[in-house]
């Protein structure tokens, strides 16, 4: 029903900044849902870093509140996270996830974030 689309991912040293993007696509796809990021490394669980309401509320994870920014483009369906003086400890795959309205969740295959120091 909904597919997503994630790029930007990649390799970079502490301080840099990456921007992630997320595309949805699908038949019957709607603007009225929760966007979001999560991110998963090895032996953690996954963790939310990121939501974005379709009104614009955002929420971060007090792991990157200051450093990143989720915003979305509803008419592109696309949400972005804009990654800011990454750390080592913000490698990860991350995932893109879209909650719909009717309370189900899709994901994104991840992309991979790896920081250096």
């Known amino acids: 029903q909904v597919q997503l689309v994630e790029s930007g991912g990649g390799l970079v040293q502490a301080g840099d900044s990456l921007r992630l993007s997320c595309a949805a696509s699908?038949?019957?796809?709607?603007?009225?849902?929760?966007r979001g990021w999560y991110r998963q490394a090895p032996g953690r669980e996954r963790e939310r870093v990121a939501t974005?309401?379709?009104?614009?509320?955002?929420v971060y994870a007090d792991s990157v509140k200051g450093r990143f920014t989720i915003s979305r483009d509803s008419a592109k369906n696309t949400v972005y996270l804009q990654m800011n003086s990454l750390k080592p400890e913000d490698t990860a795959v991350y995932y893109c996830?879209?909650?719909?309205?009717?309370?189900?969740?899709?994901w994104g295959q991840g992309t991979q974030v790896t920081v250096s120091s």
């Open positions: 699908g038949s019957r796809f709607t603007t009225i849902n929760v």
């Open positions: 996830n879209l909650h719909s309205i009717l309370d189900y969740d899709y």
């Open positions: 974005i309401t379709s009104a614009g509320r955002t």
